[in-house]
């Protein structure tokens, strides 16, 4: 939960919604019962931009948000008593966003999410150079992705906001001017679906997911090593030592990364197993057994509070990071919490690591008249 502030902010931005990106000043005006020193560190400027906070709510969710990096701010959910429980970790102020871009909370990450070896691909025989801020890697777009800019808001209604980005050609190394929209739209059963288009004027790669940190207890408990999961993947993308695929597909039958059934994350995380020992514990990409179209993919199953979160998506890969680089020493959270070592996990739906490097991979090249279409839900229920 965040505190009073945050939420008396949250009432402003949701009033005024569109207003709040579009000429903030003027309809602060315009509503003369809008606080103005409730603003935290939302109501800011990043870029020359304005940043603000918005709120959705239906009856079972309630989600805050912001148009830097298009993130999610806070995800409320009740839990089995009725209780409301914020089940992703987050920052108070849009500064701390910002500080602390190396954790990608709640963003939108890309233009490329996950790595691209050696910081380079071809397209059409033209080498492309891109940032390398992962070693000789390139992670979730290099310091310039699209998690790092303000997006605009072209859309808002109480329960759903479209943010837009233009990425021009060549930003982060990428080419192609990129235009993206994304929808968050809560729905009556309990989902929050994120929908993602594109578009391009020259050919490029993209893979754009969002990058929350769950923890289905709470933000701010210490452990998600209770949690049990599901995947329904019956390989993983192996990987050399840098995290970046070998092209080879593990089997996971018999081994830490068979979640065909629900197992307790923490149950295997520590086993001798050569994959474990790179990631530090899971940070793989599951090769889901789905065909093409929206379907179920994972669940996590909180046993403490009784929440379930249920994953569909129309990707074909779901990377389950499991917070090993997280650090007991990080920085605090919402609310002054802490946020240790894996306290919290990603499942973030995806084309595969690395794929403009690996032909045999589902492509990622957008060209120009297609349109890229992604779509995700995050469904919660009690049981
Ligand atoms: C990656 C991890 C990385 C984390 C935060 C995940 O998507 O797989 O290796 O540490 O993002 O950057």
């Given amino acids: 939960m965040m505190n009073k502030k945050i939420i008396a902010a949250w009432c402003v931005c949701a009033s005024l919604a569109y207003g709040c990106q579009s000429n903030p000043t003027q309809n602060k005006q315009s509503n003369p019962t809008a606080d103005t020193t409730v603003n935290l560190g939302f109501d800011s400027q990043i870029d020359g931009q304005e940043v603000r906070l918005f709120q959705l709510k239906n009856a079972k969710l309630t989600v805050s948000l912001t148009n830097y990096g298009a993130r999610l701010v806070s995800l409320e959910v009740p839990d089995k008593e009725g209780k409301s429980r914020d089940v992703i970790l987050g920052y108070d102020s849009a500064e701390e966003y910002k500080k602390n871009y190396n954790n990608y909370y709640g963003a939108i990450v890309g233009r490329y999410g996950n790595r691209i070896g050696k910081a380079s691909f071809k397209l059409n025989g033209e080498t492309f150079s891109l940032e390398k801020n992962d070693g000789d890697n390139s992670l979730h777009g290099g310091t310039n992705g699209v998690y790092n800019k303000v997006w605009k808001v072209v859309n808002n209604t109480a329960t759903s906001i479209t943010l837009a ?20 739209t809560l729905q009556d059963n309990g989902g929050l679906t994120i929908d993602y288009r594109a578009t391009t004027d020259k050919e490029t790669v993209l893979n754009l997911t969002n990058h929350a940190y769950f923890n289905l207890n709470g933000a701010g408990d210490p452990s998600i090593l209770d949690h049990e999961l599901q995947i329904a993947a019956k390989g993983i993308t192996e990987v050399d030592a840098t995290l970046i695929p070998t092209g080879k597909s593990l ?28 990631g530090k514990g899971y940070d793989h990409n599951f090769e889901l057994d789905k065909k093409a179209g929206f379907q179920e993919v994972a669940a996590v199953y909180a046993p403490k509070t009784g929440i379930e979160m249920k994953i569909y998506t129309t990707e074909p890969g779901l990377q389950f990071y499991s917070g090993n680089f997280m650090k007991d020493t990080d920085p605090k959270g919402k609310d002054g919490k802490a946020y240790p070592f894996r306290s919290a996990f990603c499942l973030e739906t995806q084309h595969f690591p690395d794929a403009p490097n690996h032909p045999g991979f589902a492509s990622t090249v957008l060209k120009p008249g297609d349109t890229y279409s992604s779509k995700t839900e995050y469904r919660f229920l009690v049981r």
């Fill in 251 to 278: 089997p996971v039958e018999g081994t830490a990364f068979d979640f065909t059934k629900a197992q307790a994350i923490g149950a295997h995380i520590n086993d001798e197993n050569a994959q474990l020992k790179i």
């Fill in 165 to 184: 980005y233009t990425s021009p050609d060549g930003e982060a190394g990428y080419p192609g001017t990129v235009n993206m929209e994304v929808t968050y």
